[in-house]
């Protein structure tokens, strides 16, 4: 997709907009330099029992082929609200977003609407596109006469630092 990069570029405008930085911060674009090889480990880790650990690496995997396949159309960006914190979403963690990916009933989206840029899960039903927010004290957002939904992108993975801090 050739319009990609200038799309992303004219979503800067928007986010310099102060109502605009309630749902999501600043974009990052995401412009892998570097090779980041991470060893992978053969065997899987159970999230019941533990099992006997193994130190056998099967082999590695490069963390920029892993987290964006479509570089000109990825981006990241930063929560900036607690209204997705039920999908695993909390304020300051970061969201890869892919541009270049039609978006599905049920995907986590970067969308704009009237412009304000909001992440909600994407609805699909018989009435139309609505926007799910994944915490009870959000409202869900319906579209009224004379609205317009545009998915800026699909989330395709959340970076978070699980280590609390000390």
């Given at each position: ?43 899987k880790v159970s ?11 099967d082999r590695s ?54 412009d304000d840029f ?49």
């Open positions: 997709m050739s319009t990609i990069p200038n799309s992303i570029i004219e979503i800067k405008p928007h986010l310099n907009n102060s109502k605009v930085l309630r749902e999501i911060g600043p974009i990052i674009l995401a412009t892998p330099s570097t090779f980041s090889s991470i060893p992978l480990a053969i065997e999230a019941g029992f533990p099992s006997p650990a193994q130190d056998y690496i995997i490069d963390m920029n082929e892993h987290l964006i396949k479509n570089e000109e159309a990825t981006f990241i960006v930063r929560v900036a609200s607690l209204s997705m914190i039920n999908a695993g979403i909390d304020i300051n963690d970061e969201l890869i977003v892919d541009r270049s990916l039609d978006a599905k009933h049920g995907d986590i989206v970067i969308a704009l609407i009237d909001t992440v909600k899960r994407l609805m699909i039903d018989e009435k139309g596109k609505w926007l799910k927010a994944e915490n009870p004290d959000f409202k869900n957002i319906y579209l009224q006469e004379g609205q317009e939904l545009t998915v800026w992108g699909v989330v395709t993975f959340i970076l978070k630092n699980t280590r609390r801090k000390s």
